[in-house]
């Protein structure tokens, strides 16, 4: 839009009130123009919480219509692939290694009766040593995850 | 044990709560502020905030008293607690605040485009949320009458009162703040006194002789026990994936990345609380096993400083921990009031500000008259079951959402549908049958190991029969809910 249509068009012009920035104000000037006519009414414009903020700020539309695009649903498909790969991994690993705690002590004959300083060997296991296991598969993931997020943002940025 | 003390504890945690909910007010102001804190949660904040939502009677006294009566079978609860936040890092975490919906219910109807299933999942937050608010009433009424002898149900209606006042005044923004402050304090106040006692049995040894063995050998596992803990864990591990008061956490970040990074500090958080109650269960086992016997265990934490510790330093340990276990009703309630207040004004009451002040008055009172109406049980047990309900009816919905589009909206209801009807279903017929279900009575009392298969089965199913369901505009919603948001995300920092 040149400078010189911006001066044409007036404060009210045919664009709705929703859709300017700030409706307030655009009625102000608008009763100060046209001292005539009663201001209109304030309308309080809502919508459902639900669909507010679905499209984050800051979302560059190229980057929407590069996605939407044949060739944006293969990056977006593979991300997801490897993204739920990932966590199967993680997850996997995880349980099969918490699994086999009470295996161990099961199985293995005498370990029940192990013990560091007085604290039977079971209880260290399940009481401590459980914890360090989570924390370093959850920073694995978060590390992985990132990088994946990286490289396909690398891709549809290319496009 | 000294009332005095019980009263200073009681007021103390009351009117900080109170002040950070009065001056959290002053910033609260839209209807955003009101509901996700705007969402300019600080990671490190929100971190404290969600360990703080979470932590509840069942962490701060249920865990330590059933290691006092169980013993290393017990050690599975806080495992389960916080590998459940392994999961939903996992599985949950960035997509979902991706999505953008403010809540479960929300989510769903985004992903599924369909009200139907938006209504099924408003009412089973609610459902759960309610089951949820009873143990913390239970164990407040637990706490109140052994710290000032008052009645039982004074505790009750004190918690229900506190929590009405600030989640109607403050919204969430003031919640945020109460929470990361309350798991502050809970860490203080579990932490401090079992320190002291350890401190004081190392250098002069205590008055009190152990009584016997902490760590004695457990029965055999029969597999009936194994059945059990494998049930348990499966209930812990997808249940926490389905709490709403723990969702509705992840909207309050600023993108996908901080949601993840804030699940990564708040596994950190729960690793180092739950040595603590550990730590008293040995304690208890050693010192005080008549505390087990006396048919009050989940008050071992409570009792455990003054019974070991005589005089002033016990009095004001004993005062500490009283403040804590207030600290982690008050904040595992306030938090579920907000979730199923948002619902329930959302769905019902049109989504205004006054209608969330009005459901969140409803939402404290209807398990507060559940709560002076039903018998106390174990807390760390009871909590087990919303566990177990949760897996077996939000999180299918969650993770076949998330990960899965072929998911239709029939699907998801027929599945939460199914899982509600088999967990709940099972958890009352044990309850009814008592002790004449016999072998049975495992399978029925635990019923997660089974009933979450069974919902995702069921999901799945009904999912591939209505195929021609899938929502249109399915490509779009998941590349919402899985593309980064910043188009240079540094990989981590």
């Known amino acids: 839009m040149s400078a010189k249509d911006e001066d044409r068009l007036s404060p009210a012009d045919s664009r709705s009130p929703q859709d300017r920035p700030g409706p307030a104000n655009q009625d102000r000037l608008n009763a100060e123009d046209a001292p005539g006519k009663t201001p209109p009414r304030r309308v309080r414009v809502t919508a459902p919480r639900s669909q507010a903020s679905r499209a984050p700020s800051g979302y560059p539309v190229a980057r929407e219509v590069a996605e939407q695009s044949e060739v944006g649903q293969v990056f977006v498909r593979s991300l997801i692939r490897s993204q739920l790969r990932l966590a199967v991994v993680v997850a996997v690993g995880f349980l099969l290694i918490l699994l086999a705690f009470p295996l161990l002590l099961a199985w293995v004959p005498g370990i029940d009766r192990a013990a560091l300083l007085g604290v039977p060997f079971t209880w260290l296991l399940l009481g401590v040593g459980v914890y360090p296991l989570i924390g370093l598969s959850a920073w694995l993931y978060v590390r992985t995850a990132s990088r994946n997020e990286a490289r396909y943002l690398d891709l549809v940025e290319d496009e | ?493």
């Open chain 2, 1 to 493: 044990m000294n009332a005095g003390v019980g009263y200073a504890a009681l007021i103390g945690v009351f009117a900080v709560t109170a002040v950070i909910g009065f001056f959290g007010l002053r910033i609260s102001r839209t209807t955003e502020d009101f509901y996700v804190a705007s969402r300019t949660v600080r990671p490190w904040w929100n971190a404290s905030a969600i360990g703080g939502e979470y932590l509840s009677a069942a962490s701060f006294l249920g865990v330590a008293g059933l290691i006092l009566i169980s013993g290393s079978d017990a050690l599975w609860f806080p495992i389960g607690y916080t590998a459940g936040y392994l999961m939903l890092l996992l599985f949950v975490a960035a997509p979902l605040r991706r999505s953008g919906a403010y809540t479960v219910p929300d989510f769903t109807e985004a992903r599924l485009e369909s009200v139907t299933a938006r209504r099924v999942t408003s009412v089973l937050v609610v459902m759960v949320g309610w089951f949820y608010i009873v143990p913390q009433l239970h164990g407040a009424a637990l706490t109140m009458s052994i710290a000032t002898g008052l009645p039982s149900w004074v505790g009750a209606v004190a918690v229900a009162v506190v929590v009405c006042v600030t989640v109607v005044t403050g919204g969430m923004r003031s919640i945020t703040f109460v929470q990361a402050f309350q798991f502050w304090l809970k860490l203080t106040a579990i932490a401090l006194p079992i320190v002291f006692i350890l401190i004081v049995m190392g250098n002069t040894g205590l008055s009190v002789p152990a009584v016997a063995e902490p760590f004695a050998a457990d029965p055999v596992a029969s597999p009936a026990g194994a059945y059990r803990n494998i049930s348990l864990v499966i209930a812990l591990l997808f249940g926490t994936l389905g709490l709403p008061h723990v969702l509705v956490r992840f909207y309050t970040n600023p993108d996908g990345p901080s949601a993840r990074r804030t699940t990564l500090i708040v596994l950190g958080l729960l690793s180092v609380f739950y040595l603590f109650p550990t730590l008293y269960g040995v304690l208890g086992r050693a010192f005080t096993p008549d505390i087990a016997t006396g048919g009050t265990p989940d008050a071992l934490v409570l009792l455990l400083p003054g019974r070991l510790i005589p005089g002033l330093a016990g009095d004001v340990l004993t005062a500490l921990v009283i403040a804590g276990a207030f600290a982690a009703f008050l904040s595992t309630t306030s938090g579920l009031v907000v979730s199923v207040a948002g619902v329930i004004s959302q769905d019902v009451l049109g989504g205004r500000v006054r209608g969330f002040r009005l459901a969140a008055v409803f939402s404290t009172l209807v398990p507060l008259v559940v709560a002076l109406l039903t018998e106390s049980m174990q807390l760390a047990g009871s909590v087990g079951l919303v566990f177990a309900f949760t897996a077996s009816t939000i999180c299918p919905l969650l993770l076949l959402g998330i990960w899965w589009r072929g998911l239709t909206d029939a699907g998801a209801i027929a599945g939460m549908l199914a899982g509600a009807a088999l967990c709940g279903g099972s958890i009352l017929l044990g309850r009814a049958l008592g002790p004449g279900a016999g072998p049975m009575a495992d399978f029925l009392a635990q019923p997660a190991a089974w009933s979450v298969p069974a919902a995702f089965a069921v999901m799945i199913g009904v999912s591939l029969l209505t195929r021609n369901r899938r929502p249109a505009g399915i490509t779009k919603i998941m590349t919402r809910l899985h593309a980064p948001e910043r188009p240079q995300a540094a990989p981590t920092r």
